[in-house]
């Protein structure tokens, strides 16, 4: 793949279900970064992977949240019961050296 | 603690004049300097970077300026022109620990 991609790309959801957003990084890319957007806002750092562990999950905004990332690629982003204020674009970036490469973000909408 | 504070928050300018966003850092240890372009819809894009071992970096109509003893840098878009209205990050790394601004939404109106 060329890019960083991001699935799904919208996901509407009811108040107190479960979601699962997924990232894939650029093949080879070691690092990879989940961060939440909301309207209008900047970037929320949530949690940072070097290869399969997360040395950084200082951005997590409760333990309803929790990432994983297998086998050095493909990495989710679980939240559980969510809540409306959850709702945002969830974007993903990998990266090799210093610079970041984004996803075009999954939105998300707790009704 | 907000370790790169960005300037301003939002942005008018017009068609061919010269926009400028600020940002200033904390952190000495920080050893790349990038800023991001966002479309709306998009995800943040890399549009220039800079090291703190130069002053300045061109590409094009974008400049970035760096003034390490003061802690800051800066970029320049030179020319503005609507189809560089999006929002703008500064970022300030080291390694693989990257810390983000707030971001710069910027209009370009004709």
């Known amino acids: 793949g060329a890019g960083v991609s991001q699935s799904p790309s919208n996901k509407v959801t009811e108040k107190g279900k479960d979601v699962e957003l997924r990232c894939d990084p650029i093949?080879?890319?070691?690092?990879l970064y989940w961060y939440r957007q909301s309207l209008g806002q900047g970037l929320e750092f949530l949690i940072y992977?070097?290869?399969?562990?997360?040395?950084?999950k200082s951005g997590l905004p409760s333990d309803r949240f929790s990432a994983e990332r297998t086998g050095g690629s493909v990495s989710t982003l679980t939240i559980q019961r969510t809540q409306q204020e959850d709702s945002a674009v969830y974007l993903c970036?990998?990266?090799?050296?210093?610079?970041?490469?984004f996803g075009p973000g999954t939105r998300l909408l707790v009704l | 603690q907000q370790q790169v504070k960005q300037s301003p928050q939002s942005l008018i300018v017009q068609k061919g004049g010269i926009s400028i966003i600020n940002c200033a850092y904390e952190n000495t240890a920080f050893d790349y300097f990038p800023w991001y372009q966002q479309f709306p819809g998009k995800g943040p894009a890399l549009l220039i970077a800079?090291?703190?071992?130069?002053s300045e970096k061109k590409e094009g109509r974008f400049t970035i300026s760096f003034n390490k003893s003061a802690k800051q840098f800066s970029l320049h878009i030179m020319d503005s022109q609507p189809g560089d209205s999006a929002t703008y990050f500064c970022?300030?790394?080291?390694?693989?620990?990257?810390?983000f601004g707030i971001g710069t939404k910027l209009q370009v109106i004709p």
């Open positions: 992977f070097q290869g399969n562990s997360a040395p950084d």
């Open positions: 970036a990998s990266s090799a050296q210093e610079t970041q490469y």
């Open positions: 970022a300030a790394s080291r390694g693989q620990k990257v810390t």
């Open positions: 800079i090291r703190p071992d130069v």
């Open positions: 093949s080879g890319h070691t690092a």
